[in-house]
């Protein structure tokens, strides 16, 4: 037995299980006595002994995060968002994913129209848990004419078999109004498997960008309404409305115990409750509250909240966007640019907050690959990263 992989080296099989990604490395690397089996550049074979009493991860680091390439969607959804965006944005963006490996490593949502028999085999034998699964409609004939795949219309014994075999899924279903609404949207909820963990119900997304696409009703008003009353007709615990929906109905967002633990939080359910919860009860800890001067920036749906919480403190500026359309206003897909050409030339205090999801993760570069130096140079001001943790956030701005 040698000691100590190096870099370069290529994992073969752990234990005597081949490893062929990430979750046959995650799977098998639980154990307390591991035999790893390695080959070098030149294709030497090495085996290293490790210890692991405490089963915590063995540290190894891959080129490629999933291992392998990824997996891309075999779909043409009516509404996909992808289809929908504009040039000019990072090239990453153009990729449709639809792999299980990376609904359990990142919360994508995943259609199982591109999984083989074999692979939900092997989901299901991993205990690859958790599992994001896009719906959107349980009624065969309709999911597949939404999502133009025949193998759409296999969901729900592929859908029941994975809750059936303890894997923790939570549910998605995009409405689009005149399609998956009404009582088809009321069919679903009734229809998704008792044993599910979660749903979420979340309004399509349409930016200005969809010439040759399937014409599609924009969510206004009455329509979110509409799907509000379905969903609460139906009365489901573990069924929750997206915010958004909320906003648009112009209805009072529920308080945070309606998200229990926020399962869908990711998927943009809770996120704005939670948000003023959390500062409203930092604020309320604290008799004096001293801070730098300050403005804030955020996509337009969350900007009145904003405004609400912080309107004596400082000025709060909602972005709209001409980069995918003004439906779209949350503040995830602002752009750097738009960011730019709204604030120049605005009353911009010592320091501008912007939320961290209007940047790629982990980086400093907005969609459209500009950059936060970018937007420092251009605006002439501090540009401070905020978590989006109401606490996290009051604690910044009063330096408590």
Same mark, same amino acid.
């Given at each position: ?7 370069g080296e290529t994992l073969i099989a752990i234990n005597g299980h081949i490893i062929e990604d990430v979750l046959d490395y995650r799977f098998y690397s639980a154990d307390d006595i591991l035999t790893v089996e390695t080959h070098t550049p030149d294709q030497t074979v090495r085996l290293y002994r490790i210890a692991n009493p405490n089963y915590y991860p063995i540290g190894l680091t891959f080129k490629n995060a999933l291992m ?68 959107? @409609? @349980? ?262």
């Open positions: 037995m040698k000691a100590g992989i190096k870099s392998d390439s990824a997996k891309s969607c075999s779909n043409r959804c009516v509404f996909c968002f992808v289809d929908q965006l504009p040039d000019g944005l990072r090239q990453t963006l153009y990729f449709k994913d639809d792999d299980a490996r990376l609904s359990f490593l990142q919360g994508n949502y995943i259609t199982l129209t591109n999984l083989s028999e074999r692979e939900l085999d092997r989901v299901i034998a991993l205990k690859i848990s958790p599992i994001h699964v896009s719906v959107h @409609t @349980t009624n065969p004939d309709l999911r597949v004419r939404m999502m133009g795949n025949i193998r759409a219309a296999e969901l729900m014994p592929r859908l029941r078999r994975l809750c059936d075999s303890g894997i923790e899924v939570h549910c998605q279903i995009v409405v689009c109004p005149g399609i998956n609404d009404g009582t088809e949207l009321e069919r679903t909820l009734l229809e998704i498997p008792d044993n599910c963990a979660s749903i979420s119900v979340v309004p399509v997304g349409l930016t200005k960008h969809r010439a040759g696409l399937t014409p599609l009703t924009p969510v206004g008003k009455l329509e979110a309404v509409d799907i509000i009353n379905a969903v609460e007709r139906v009365g489901r615990k573990n069924a929750y409305i997206a915010d958004e929906l909320f906003l648009k109905a112009e209805r009072e967002l529920p308080g945070v115990d309606y998200y229990d633990d926020f399962p869908q939080f990711e998927n943009g359910v809770g996120m704005l409750a939670l948000f003023e919860d959390e500062f409203s009860k930092t604020i309320k800890r604290h008799k004096k509250t001293r801070f730098t001067p300050f403005s804030v920036a955020s996509g337009a749906a969350a900007a009145p909240m904003l405004e609400r919480l912080l309107g004596e403190y400082g000025n709060v500026y909602a972005v709209q966007n001409d980069k995918f359309g003004h439906s779209v206003d949350v503040a995830g897909l602002v752009t750097g640019g738009d960011l730019i050409a709204q604030l120049r030339g605005k009353k911009l205090e010592q320091r501008l907050y912007i939320p961290n999801v209007m940047l790629r993760g982990g980086d400093d570069v907005f969609l459209d690959d500009v950059s936060i130096g970018d937007v420092t140079r251009a605006l002439n001001v501090e540009v401070v990263v905020c978590e989006n943790d109401g606490a996290a956030f009051a604690e910044r701005i009063f330096d408590l």
